[in-house]
């Protein structure tokens, strides 16, 4: 097992113990994972492409990193390994996670399509301690999309991502991205398969309409100057949209399971709009213009600075909250904790992007998102109080 780590052995032995690291790493392979797909997926580990390093840097890193990977799994020995008697079983259930994690998403169809043939898998890793969570969302929804470990527990992230797609735009039938009628159609699926009530369903929506579709209505209507009446019409029917979706799209039985995820602060600098900044994959599915004509709009019009624009998301998720309680889903506020003490992102969470990126960062944001994904299961599995006496 000599290579790049060799010097790194009595951790993992450590890690391994009572096992040979040499045994695990057998076993490991026989799970199903394989260096090539592992560095494939990885760039940065190209110099250990041919090497026996690869699983040695998973072993000791990548399992705790969360490093994504795929792999054909072998479930008989998934589940010989999940038995071994690791001393440190934290790094037991990381490493039965990080496999599960990868033979969930080998395949390469979208989730509404293959979720009927990942439910055998899916109920087989529930008993090695997965906890799904179904994350339904626009872009902003990957960064949910991770695993955690908790004790013997672990977070298996089901995404259905919904890339440039408008709370508004759920609610037509007609709409471009057909997202909606996607959705509707992978949550049938979930319940007639079974969709436990103690399995999380996040929806994730708001983020495109509040900085993306309202600016380009604007432009359709030839509003040159912002104005806050404005946009409380505009988040008024942008949630009436929402709610057309929810209530004809979540089946009653799966409501109790579902919540409703506020949008994260702004992120996107003053300078990114005033020099016209417009994602040309959301232009495509939510304007009618070409992206260079709404680049020349965008300069020509008032956007509100960064202070403005974090309090109209603030106001905008108020109106998400109201929603979950009208429609009996739960609430999640993930934007608030974001927030630096002068009212915006902080600036450890926007990341290397500064401000150039309409996304936060997803490392930076990791504690405070793990975080919301374990309340949200908490919120279903609720402890049970021992027995008096």
Known sequence: MGNYFAGDLPNLSELCAPMQPADVSALVTAVGFTSQLYVKDHPDLERIRESPSAILHFLLYGVLEGRRFRAKIDMAALRRLADLPFENKLYRTALVAALGYAGIHTAKAELDTELTDLWPTLLELCAMGAKPVLIIGDSHSNLYHRRAVRGSNWILPLHLLCSAGSAMGLGNPNSRSRYGLRIERLLEMALTLGWRQQWPILFKFGQVDTEFVHTFQRIAKGITSYSRDEFADFSARSIEGYRRFLDRGVPAALRPASTI???FPPSLSDQQWAEGYANGHIVSLNADMERDAIIGAIRQMTIPDIFER????????????????????????????????????????????????????????APAITAALWRAIDRLNPPIAAAPG
């Open 261 to 263: 995820v506020s949008v």
């Open 310 to 365: 974090t309090r109209m998301h603030r106001e905008y998720n108020e109106r998400l909250s109201e929603l979950a309680g009208q429609t009996g889903l739960a609430f999640i506020d993930d934007c608030d904790e974001l927030l630096s003490a002068f009212g915006i992102a902080n600036r450890r969470f926007v990341g290397a992007a500064a401000g150039r990126d309409h996304h936060l960062d997803y490392v930076a944001t």
